[in-house]
Structures are given as structure tokens and as C-alpha cells.
């Protein structure tokens, strides 16, 4: 059973960039869809991106703006998620999630979660 460990939130200033990793460990991603959500209290998880084993990229209404980079490194079994231009919006706990469907785009589409990592943006 693969395992997700998220990492690289923490305290950044709005308008500077982060790289969120989340690394596998107890399987390979080979084959895997892995994507990206994040979560506010009080609301939802909301679907980021998702890059499939074939590199097919999927984006929500809200990072189709073109500050978010779903990527993949599969020698390193760890996935990316670049955050340009940080909004004091973009404020939430990020989670990255796997799945063996070859498009995936709800939380409901994702069998294999991380922690969680929490970036928080000041302005």
C-alpha cells in the first residue's frame, strides 16, 4: 500500500512562490494518477490539479489561472506542487492524493491521502 508524505508548507509572504513535495514511500507511483487539494475550516477539500502516470494534467476552475504546477518525478516516487504568486486566498492545508484511475478530479476519485501540510500566506 503506497503511502503519501506531504512537505514544504509554512509561513510565506504573499506574491513569493512555494514547492510542496510529497514523496511515496511502501509502493512506486507507477501507474498512478496523483493529485492535489486543499482544505479551509469550514469547507470542502478542494480539487487542485491532478497529473497522471501518462502526463495528463488536470486543473480546477481556480488554478487554471496559471499559477499551479502539478509535476512528477517518477525516479524520485515524489510529486510537486508549484504555487506562483501567492494570494493570501491560496491560505489552506494541502493535501496530495493517488489513485489508479487514469482521470481524477474529486476527492471521491482518490483511494491514498498524505497528512497534510498547511501553507499560510501573509500579506
Known amino acids: 500500500q503506497v503511502q503519501l508524505v506531504e512537505s514544504g508548507g509554512g509561513l510565506v509572504q504573499a506574491g513569493e512562490s512555494v514547492r510542496l513535495s510529497c514523496a511515496a514511500s511502501?509502493?512506486?507511483?507507477?501507474?498512478?494518477?496523483a493529485g492535489w487539494f486543499r482544505q479551509v475550516p469550514g469547507k470542502e477539500r478542494e480539487f487542485v490539479g491532478s497529473?497522471?502516470?501518462?502526463?495528463?494534467?488536470?486543473f480546477s476552475a481556480v488554478t487554471v489561472k496559471g499559477r499551479f504546477t502539478v509535476s512528477r518525478d517518477n525516479a524520485k516516487n515524489t510529486v510537486y506542487l508549484q504555487i506562483n504568486s501567492l494570494e493570501p486566498e491560496d491560505t489552506a492545508v494541502y493535501f496530495c492524493?493517488?489513485?489508479?484511475?487514469?482521470?481524477?478530479?474529486?476527492?471521491?476519485?482518490?483511494?491514498?491521502w498524505g497528512q497534510g501540510t498547511q501553507v499560510t500566506v501573509s500579506s
Open positions: 511502501g509502493g512506486t507511483l507507477d501507474n498512478y494518477t
Open positions: 497529473l497522471s502516470w501518462r502526463g495528463s494534467t488536470k
Open positions: 492524493a493517488a489513485t489508479l484511475r487514469p482521470i481524477a478530479t474529486t476527492s471521491a476519485d482518490f483511494t491514498t
